[in-house]
């Protein structure tokens, strides 16, 4: 979450709260931080499995 650029927080909070625990998949755009104080846009994937928090996160710079 502190890669998270601030003004994503609040959504991707909401998101995460709303997860289902039938590993149904939740898709949300944020930009987060890159390792050159920068930031880049990003896909992340997230999901409930059997109690455990599973989230994949990808580059989507190239299409925004």
Excluded at 16 to 28: A, Q, W
Excluded at 40 to 60: G, N, P
Aim: glycine share 4%; proline share 3%.
């Amino acid at each position: 979450m502190t890669l998270v650029k601030p003004r994503f927080k609040k959504e991707l909070d909401n998101k995460i709260e709303s997860l289902d625990h039938n590993g149904k998949e939740t898709v949300i755009p944020l930009q987060m931080q890159t390792k050159h104080d920068g930031f880049q846009w990003m896909e992340m994937s997230m999901r409930l499995v059997d109690d455990k928090f599973i989230c994949v996160t990808r580059s989507i710079e190239e299409r925004v």
